[in-house]
């Protein structure tokens, strides 16, 4: 049983018979009454947001998720996303609505996990960050560096993130996979 206490985002739980994450929460303690808990909570299987509201101290069901370890191999226009299960070597498929924004951090032969709700696949775990290339990133203009201003660069899957001036076309980019932002350059 998961606590309201153990909150954080990320978090898988069961409720109303579905598994969820939680994508926000925010912890109150008004002046009258009892403490509670605001989330937002996205139904992995549907897609669906809700906002939900918890009293302090109530308890939820892990859900019965399966992890599969998986490569990433290719993607088919007809067949969409498709990985390797790491023990058995069978092929796993995803469409593109499964897959979703995420798209934009696969690199082919990259490890992941698929999360399996009754048998089927429903999301995907990424790693924290991905090393990314970027193939196109307009010059700097020399002078603007006080403001710390940023320009627009696109990486070599397709994803367009903000970056400082200082960044050019070739760079490798470590990119936060749960924001989609630029971090760093990568060593």
């Known amino acids: ?22 994508i926000d929460f925010q ?9 509670f808990v605001r989330t937002k909570l996205k139904n992995m299987v549907t897609g669906r947001v809700l906002d939900e509201t918890f009293r302090s101290g ?24 498709v990985f390797m299960d790491k023990g058995t070597y069978e092929q796993i498929h995803l469409t593109e609505d499964q897959v979703g924004d995420n798209k934009n951090f696969l690199l082919e032969n990259m490890d992941l996990y698929i999360n399996l709700y009754q048998g089927k696949p429903i999301s995907l775990d990424f790693p924290t960050t991905v090393n ?22 696109t990486l070599s899957t397709g994803l367009i993130v903000q970056v400082p001036l200082f960044i050019n ?7 936060d996979t749960r924001s989609g932002e630029y971090i760093e350059r990568a060593k």
């Not at 290339?133 to 710390?148: L, M, N, Q, R």
């Not at 076309?169 to 990119?175: R, W």
């Open 169 to 175: 076309e070739g760079d490798v980019l470590k990119i």
């Open 132 to 153: 990314l290339v970027v193939v196109k990133s307009d010059p700097g203009v020399k002078g603007d560096t006080a403001t710390g201003a940023t320009k627009p660069a």
């Open 1 to 22: 049983m998961i606590s309201t206490s153990d909150f954080r985002k990320g978090l898988k739980v069961k409720f109303k018979d579905d598994p969820f994450i939680i």
């Open 58 to 81: 109530e308890k939820l069901e892990q859900p019965d998720l399966e992890e599969k370890d998986v490569q990433y191999l290719y993607y088919d226009p007809k067949d969409g996303y």
């Open 27 to 35: 912890h109150v303690k008004p002046g009258k009454g009892g403490a």
